[in-house]
């Protein structure tokens, strides 16, 4: 899916914990700042998204970064298969690095939450899904970010601190695009935006302060993880969504 000009929004097929829909995974690129991807599928996905590369004319080999909006496994599930495969740095918020890099266990991933779910799978799945649970995935972050940066690729990338999702996810501003890659701040459904999902989301006020501080933004276009591409009356939408009482 086209988002903007050389950026491309990868359509994922996600099936875990009996849920089913499709991510997205982000790639933008050019001839100077080479491949950046942004967050990266759930474990063992990493053949999607060198197929994906591979049909926009890129290599794996060519991605030189990964930008990660937060720890959650289906962001971060082949981040480091990716990296050790072509040599990217991570980047991601400091408040989510020490689950990232394993040092924490993931917020979202205590088994006792999940095992009705999980006795509910078919026998393969149940033994899938208890693998990654006993054993989550993790990468070494070797850029560490706080929020406010620009990152000077692709016609400059502003880190937007907007955590509630998790303590330390962060929204990506394209600025030549008007773009914003929302990861799990929000979502799309019938093509428009709706708020972050309250199941998901431990912090439901911080999500819906996080909205606001994205209002001084001229965004014209939200790209979400779950959901793909919002284009139409974004900036009256996010008004809307920033006055919800959490």
């Known amino acids: 899916m086209r988002i903007a000009e050389k950026a491309e929004a990868l359509e994922i097929p996600m099936t875990f914990l009996g849920g089913s829909g499709n991510i997205h995974p982000v790639v933008l690129w050019d001839g100077s700042d080479g491949v950046t991807l942004v967050d990266a599928g759930l ?9 994906g590369l591979e049909g926009l004319g890129l290599k794996l080999r060519d991605v030189r970064r990964i930008l ?9 599930g082949s981040a480091d298969a990716l990296s050790r495969a072509s040599g990217a740095e991570v980047s991601a918020h400091a408040a989510d690095v020490p689950y990232i890099e394993g040092d924490r266990p993931l917020l979202k991933m205590d088994r006792s939450r999940y095992e009705s779910r999980i006795q ?6 149940k033994q899938a899904v208890r693998a990654i649970l006993e054993s ?15 990152l000077p690729f692709h016609g400059g990338i502003v880190v937007i601190a907007t955590p509630g999702h998790t303590p330390g996810h962060v ?8 773009l914003l890659l929302a990861g799990d701040a929000m979502r799309v459904e019938d093509g428009s935006l709706i708020g972050p999902s309250p199941m998901a989301t431990p912090d439901m006020r ?9 209002l001084s933004f001229p965004i014209e276009s939200v790209l979400c993880y779950h ?5 139409r009356d974004v900036a009256a939408r996010l008004r809307e969504l920033a006055t919800i009482s959490a």
Do not use: F
């Open 43 to 51: 474990p063992g996905q990493v053949p999607q998204i060198e197929a």
């Open 68 to 76: 990660l909006t937060h720890q959650d496994i289906d962001h971060i």
């Open 120 to 125: 509910a799978l078919p026998e393969a799945q």
């Open 136 to 150: 989550p995935p993790k990468v070494k972050v070797r850029h560490v970010l706080n929020g406010g940066e620009e």
């Open 171 to 178: 929204s990506y501003y394209l600025k030549a695009a008007k």
């Open 206 to 214: 911080s999500a819906v302060a996080s909205l606001r501080s994205l």
């Open 227 to 231: 959901g793909g591409l919002a284009n």
